[in-house]
């Protein structure tokens, strides 16, 4: 199982941005997937997550406003739109997918790929 995230850059505080992460080595289909980030010198946190059928979506309180996690039909491909960035969003950011009860569970997610660098500039 491999995922692939992209996207990530730099970007002035205000602005937007969008991930993607690209999954493939076996069926995701009953799969949640989810975003998470760190920042250095902290620990992993979650960002957003949606469920296998796109029926639940959840969000951190620090992004809920301002970010949008989708997924597309096949289940194959996550996306994280970014809205009105802060400097405080700047982290390293992972997508991660399993089967998944609890969204916000970084430690319920099986697969996890190698994440993609966000710089938000004041």
């Known amino acids: 199982v491999q995922l692939q995230a992209s996207g990530g850059g730099s970007v002035q505080a205000g602005g937007s941005l969008g991930l993607t992460c690209e999954a493939s080595?076996?069926?995701?289909?009953?799969?949640?997937m989810g975003w998470f980030r760190q920042a250095p010198g902290k620990e992993r946190e979650f960002v957003g997550g949606?469920?296998?059928?796109?029926?639940?979506?959840i969000y951190a309180d620090a992004v809920k406003g301002r970010c949008t996690v989708s997924r597309n039909h096949a289940k194959t491909t996550l996306y994280l739109q970014m809205n009105s960035l802060k400097p405080d969003d700047t982290a390293v950011y992972f997508c991660a997918t399993g089967a998944v009860g609890d969204l916000k569970n970084r430690d319920e997610y099986m697969y996890w790929g190698q994440g993609t660098l966000v710089t938000v500039s004041s």
């Open positions: 080595g076996r069926s995701f289909n009953y799969y949640a």
């Open positions: 949606i469920s296998w059928d796109g029926g639940e979506r």
